[in-house]
T-cell receptor, first 111, second 118 residues
Framework: GNSVTQMEGPVTLSEEAFLTINCTYT??????LFWYVQYPGEGLQLLLK?????DKGSNKGFEATYRKETTSFHLEKGSVQVSDSAVYFC??????????FGSGTQLTVLP | GAVVSQHPSRVICKSGTSVKIECRSL??????MFWYRQFPKQSLMLMATSNEGSKATYEQGVEKDKFLINHASLTLSTLTVTSAHPEDSSFYICSARDPGRDVTDTQYFGPGTRLTVL
């Protein structure tokens, strides 16, 4: 079946540091890939997505590139802010149209 | 656009009672809605998929008689936790999609409902 393996947290960074959260996946066919963000006390929000190999999703300074050869979709941001503190979930959607989530990575950005 | 609401946001109930959680798509018609359960510091686990006007499809290990799902209209799905027990305490999240709205078939999530069973 489909699965998503996500870098375990928590991750603590200083403001303006570079962020990478690793995500790899296992799936049959050609899944779509997503990053969702969950701010404290709120529901999940779609951060970015990519629907085919070599696509780059981007939003709010975050980027992730769909790498089929390495089955990866790592999340990156060049300069994090305190307001980026949240839990980040990598997810895929396969042929069954259901989302499979990674375990989530807690990010804390210190001023 | 693409707003999904849930009500209530928090509920506390006594063991043995039933609790109903509503999920609404506010500005689009949701042909399919999903219900997830999230344990503290863990990922979301899909409980069931509901299509408007038909019976929900439950994931393996989810008791359909305990977690009743109704998707009676294109903008409303309800999850009823029957005879709730403390182990049912969790964060319940719904999501909705409308393929006619977004060709990439994105799911839009509600803010979640925190259920505490005493």
């Amino acid at each position: 079946g489909n699965s998503v393996t996500q870098m375990e947290g928590p991750v603590t960074l200083s403001e303006e540091a570079f962020l990478t959260i690793n995500c790899t996946y296992t799936a049959t066919g050609y899944p779509s890939l997503f990053w969702y963000v969950q701010y404290p006390g709120e529901g999940l929000q779609l951060l970015l997505k990519a629907t085919k190999a070599d696509d780059k999703g981007s939003n709010k300074g975050f980027e992730a590139t769909y790498r089929k050869e390495t089955t990866s979709f790592h999340l990156e941001k060049g300069s994090v802010q305190v307001s980026d503190s949240a839990v980040y979930f990598c997810a895929l959607r396969g042929s069954a149209r259901q989302l499979t989530f990674g375990s989530g990575t807690q990010l804390t950005v210190l001023p | 656009g693409a707003v999904v609401s849930q009500h209530p946001s928090r509920v506390i109930c006594k063991s043995g009672t039933s609790v109903k959680i509503e999920c609404r798509s506010l500005d689009f018609q949701a042909t399919t809605m999903f219900w997830y359960r999230q344990f503290p510091k863990q990922s979301l686990m899909l409980m069931a998929t509901s299509n408007e006007g038909s019976k929900a499809t439950y994931e393996q290990g989810v008791e359909k008689d305990k977690f009743l799902i109704n998707h009676a209209s294109l903008t409303l799905s309800t999850l009823t936790v029957t005879s709730a027990h403390p182990e049912d305490s969790s964060f319940y999240i719904c999501s909705a999609r409308d393929p006619g709205r977004d060709v990439t078939d994105t799911q839009y999530f509600g803010p979640g409902t925190r259920l505490t069973v005493l």
